[in-house]
């Protein structure tokens, strides 16, 4: 009697932390596996969706988006937008973060930089992508300070463009994300003990050898992780370019997201846009276990 109760016991301790679990379960499995089986089954479907009994398709939707260009071409700014985004907003945050945390500015002027520089975060990507449009249309701000300057003969068209609306784009992007970067290795910085510091002016070394040898490689957990999920979250990047650009003109500015979603609500080829999708989901997965091995590898 004593050893069924004793395993009985050990059961219900076994058992209790799935049940306590078991909600959170439950909405991830509705609100994210769901539709990700939804979607994959959909890209093996003829006609998904618009139809009630939808024939089997194979691999046939891959091989449509794989024979499009326009998929490669939004593909090949996809990766253009999200690594000019990443390594720009480590630049630029790695450069704010020095300055925020160095004892050379005066304390009053760093806490009012620290609120300017944080700005773009208070900021929705509508608003940020309103923002720049009004920033950069063809009387805006930016084209009249150029032809002051002389750096420009004549007013660009930023947005409506092909040689110039990915780069615009991109340098919206830039300017909305560097904060991450800047929050976080400001906080990687006030880690660092200035033991370190100090022995390196005893040897001698100069500004750029203690960056080179000291800031930087105790700030490389933090790099290489913030990197990581700021790439993910660049590449799905779509209120943005949505607004600004709608994936233009003549698809210069069209990359996964915006693809996806002309397939799907523009095209109404949801069969081919869950393709697309799926597409989007492995190499999002792909750098997650990436980013995921690199954490236990730490």
Request: aromatic share 14%; proline share 5%; hydrophobic share 50%.
């Amino acid at each position: 009697m004593a050893r069924q109760k004793r395993s009985h016991h050990r059961l219900k301790r076994a058992v209790a932390p799935y049940l306590y679990l078991s909600p959170s379960l439950l909405i991830i499995g509705l609100l994210m596996l769901l539709p990700m089986v939804t979607v994959i089954s959909y890209s093996f479907q003829n006609s998904a969706v618009l139809r009630r009994d939808p024939s089997f398709a194979g691999l046939k939707h891959y091989q449509a988006i794989f024979a499009d260009p326009v998929f490669w071409a939004s593909l090949w700014h996809t990766l253009y937008f999200t690594c000019m985004s990443v390594v720009f907003h480590m630049t630029i945050g790695m450069i704010f973060a020095l300055m925020l945390n160095s004892d050379r500015i005066n304390p009053t002027l760093r806490n009012i930089l620290r609120v300017l520089y944080i700005l773009p975060w208070l900021f929705t990507a509508v608003i940020i992508a309103v923002i720049w449009r009004l920033l950069l249309e063809p009387n805006g701000v930016v084209n009249s300070i150029l032809m002051q300057l002389g750096i420009i003969g004549s007013k660009i068209e930023w947005f409506s463009s092909p040689e110039t609306a990915l780069h615009a784009v991109t340098f919206a992007n830039i300017w909305a994300g560097y904060p991450l970067f800047m929050v976080s290795l400001l906080a990687g910085l006030q880690g660092i003990p200035k033991d370190f510091y100090e022995a390196a002016d005893i040897d001698g070394a100069k500004a750029y050898q203690k960056l080179i040898f000291i800031t930087i490689p105790q700030l490389m957990p933090i790099i290489i992780s913030i990197s990581l999920l700021d790439f993910i979250w660049t590449m799905q990047v779509f209120p943005l370019i949505w607004i600004t650009t709608g994936g233009g003109p003549i698809y210069s500015t069209e990359v996964l997201s915006t693809y996806t979603y002309k397939l799907a609500f523009s095209s109404y080829n949801l069969s081919q846009a869950a393709a697309s999708a799926v597409v989007i989901l492995l190499i999002s997965l792909g750098l997650t276990l990436f980013y995921i091995r690199y954490q236990k590898a730490r």
